[in-house]
């Protein structure tokens, strides 16, 4: 918690900057950090970028945001860091950047980068595993178009981790069309099986209907992978599934029907 709480140490876990200023106040609680950036080339000066503090709480996290006049171009940006403990023991870090910037792609892009090389190296420093690692749209941010395609992103990077914790507990799971996964073991089991297709999943949400904390997900799926016998395999569907939304406000998956309406007679 120390090293993530002084901002000062950010260039231990961080491979593109060389130091960074913070500007602590009377009570020892940082109010901005200037980060100093080391040159992309020789030839070429580093990017120093002014941050404000919003929310510093020493152990708990902190919130900041950059100057109107950010060296990288974003505007209504929020730098959100929090640690917590976890349930099973050792410490939650999360991390989320959220921005508006010109040339959006090529910022998540960066930002992906970033925060995964911060990662690996809080990992390597102190252990763990990293559960969840996601980019998406501002209009994507919440809801249950964001947990489906969270759960994409999820089974085409290959973490069977964040995939199921997408799920309820006693979640259903229609693997194949008559093989219901029930729970989280046989659950784990059948997402395992997409994975080791090396697949690459697309979907598009078609229509989503909620009422109070619950949700039907109506949309289009289609998945490109490597078969068990080496040949390339393509498969696709119209799936529908049932969400929940929990106190948090995340929504998990209850019962997950890749083949839709194709398991009705003549379907």
Request: glycine fraction near 12%; charged fraction near 25%; aromatic fraction near 8%.
């Amino acid at each position: 918690m120390a090293l993530i709480g002084d901002l000062a140490r950010f260039p231990e876990y961080s491979a593109g900057l060389e130091r960074v200023d913070p500007t602590l106040d009377s009570y020892g609680r940082c109010t901005e950090y200037v980060c100093h950036f080391k040159p992309v080339a020789d030839d070429q000066p580093g990017i120093v970028d002014r941050n404000i503090i919003r929310w510093y709480e020493p152990g708990h996290g902190y919130g900041s945001s950059g100057t109107p006049n950010s060296a990288f171009g974003l505007s209504d940006d929020l730098n959100l860091v929090r640690l917590e403990p976890s349930p099973g023991g050792g410490t939650l870090l999360t991390w989320d950047e959220y921005f508006e910037a010109e040339d959006l792609e090529a910022m998540r892009a960066g930002f992906d980068k970033a925060l995964a090389d911060t990662a690996d190296r809080l990992i390597a420093r102190f252990g763990g595993r990293l559960i969840e690692r996601f980019v998406r749209d501002a209009g994507a941010a919440a809801g249950p178009e964001a947990t489906v395609a969270r759960l994409a992103d999820a089974v085409n990077r290959g973490d069977l981790d964040a995939a199921a914790a997408l799920y309820e507990p006693e979640a259903v799971l229609v693997g194949q069309p008559g093989e219901a996964a029930r729970g989280v073991a046989q659950i784990r089991e059948a997402l395992g099986g997409f994975i080791r297709l090396r697949p690459t999943l697309t979907t598009t949400a078609r229509q989503v209907l909620e009422v109070g904390d619950l949700a039907l997900y109506l949309g289009r799926w289609r998945l490109t992978g490597v078969g068990p016998d080496g040949a390339p395999l393509t498969t696709a569907g119209e799936s529908a599934d049932v969400l929940r939304q929990h106190s948090d406000g995340r929504w998990l998956i209850v019962v997950d029907d890749p083949w839709g309406t194709a398991l009705l007679p003549g379907g």
